[in-house]
């Protein structure tokens, strides 16, 4: 017998992972958004995947563009985090008016101080369920030397790292 969605939701969300704000900027315009499904694929070429639920804007968004940046984000943002994940209800392009915001090879926002970036382009996408799965070589990576990284464990955030069990 199948487990129920909620059920499954639940024991999901006993598995801690990085909080990332993942962005774009392209043909479609500029993007972001907060997610925590990334994981690394392969390194060589160096390609990490993103998962994104169909039916949010950036799903469009990224696929129009082709290019993303995966900003995986530390203790000190999480305020990042809930603007980037629409807690605020601000406009798309205010959201950037939260942190400090470059580029690299592909031109997606690259945040400053995020603990790293990955600058990618998007290589191939695969459709499961109520996601995509989008494939990304990675073009640039930025690290920001921080000793502390941020997770979201039990839909709370905790800080890991060096200073963060003191």
């Known amino acids: 017998m199948p487990i129920q969605r909620q059920e499954y939701r639940d024991a999901m969300a006993q598995l801690g992972a990085a909080v990332n704000v993942i962005t774009s900027a392209g043909t479609a315009g500029r993007y972001g ?3 925590s499904a990334v994981f690394s694929v392969t390194d060589d070429p160096p390609t990490l995947a993103v998962c994104v639920n169909r039916s949010s804007q950036s799903n469009a968004v990224f696929k129009a563009n082709g290019v993303l940046c995966v900003n995986t984000l530390g203790s000190t943002q999480q305020e990042i985090s809930g603007v980037f994940a629409g807690a605020t209800k601000c406009a798309v392009d205010d959201r950037f008016k939260v942190g400090h915001w470059t ?3 592909t031109g997606a926002p690259v945040l400053e101080g995020a603990v790293v970036s990955f600058d990618c382009r998007i290589t ?3 459709e499961k369920g109520t996601h995509t799965i989008f494939f990304c070589e990675v073009e640039a990576v930025v690290q920001s030397g921080a000793d502390e990284g941020l997770i979201y464990f039990r839909r709370n955030y905790h800080s890991i790292g060096d200073d963060a069990a003191a």
């Open 33 to 35: 958004m907060t997610a």
């Open 103 to 105: 580029s690299r090879a």
């Open 124 to 126: 191939d996408t695969l």
